[in-house]
């Protein structure tokens, strides 16, 4: 399995700011995600990692960027933020059977 | 591109009792994976089962089990004694193989187990 942990847990900001939400897995996995679901609907693949040094951007535009420069770390940062992001972002690792290890997600509103 | 249907909403069932939850998927692959997840109302989204496509034996954990039919592109999940805690999102996800495909998930089915 893998720990993955995000955070912030929850956050509040005003339109126009620069934030980064963080994502960490601690098994070492090459396959990392981020998905973008508004409570209780379907996800939509942002972007994705295969390992360090490489990202893809998924279906959804989201006007965010990510980096993978470590295998264990896969921030997703939004250069300034609008109210339409205003959503519950989540960090996902590959496992070695290619299932899924979701991170708890950050809930994300921008005012 | 594959694409993942789930065609109902909304269902629910009492407890104890056994419910179905449909999903479709298409694809031109021959190898894949197809996974269940489960959402709980907060909380976090946790693999239900897994089905590798190059299998005829459907999979089965403890009360949740698979009808894999891969000529019709279905794959149906099955949980029976209904707790409870089985009140969530389901969503039902493809992966196609080999290693550089990304996941393609359903728009999920909210099951709701009545006391």
């Known amino acids: 399995e893998a720990d993955i942990y995000q955070t912030p847990r929850y956050l509040v900001i005003g339109t126009g700011k620069k934030i980064t939400l963080e994502c960490s897995q601690t098994?070492?996995?090459?396959?990392m995600y981020w998905y973008q679901q508004d409570p209780g609907m379907e996800l939509h693949l942002i972007h994705y990692?295969?390992?360090?040094?490489?990202?893809e951007k998924g279906d959804l535009s989201s006007e965010s960027t990510v980096s993978r420069i470590r295998t264990e770390h896969f921030p997703l940062t939004l250069e300034s933020a609008r109210p339409s992001h205003t959503s519950q972002y989540l960090c996902v690792a590959g496992g070695l059977y290619n299932e899924q290890f979701f991170g708890p997600g950050t809930r994300l509103t921008v005012l | 591109a594959q694409t993942v249907t789930q065609s109902q909403p909304e269902m629910s069932v009492q407890e104890a009792e056994t419910v179905t939850l449909s999903c479709t998927y298409d694809t031109s692959e021959s190898n894949y994976y197809l996974f269940w997840y489960k959402q709980p109302p907060s909380r976090q989204m946790i693999l239900v089962i897994r089905q590798e496509a190059y299998k005829q034996q459907n999979a089965t954990e403890n009360r949740f089990s698979v009808n894999f039919q891969k000529a019709a592109k279905s794959f149906s999940l099955k949980i029976s004694d209904s707790q409870l805690g089985d009140t969530a999102m389901y969503f039902c996800a493809f992966m196609s193989l080999p290693y550089g495909q990304n996941f393609v998930f359903g728009p999920g089915t909210r099951l709701s187990v009545l006391p």
């Open positions: 990692s295969y390992g360090v040094n490489s990202t």
């Open positions: 098994m070492g996995h090459d396959k």
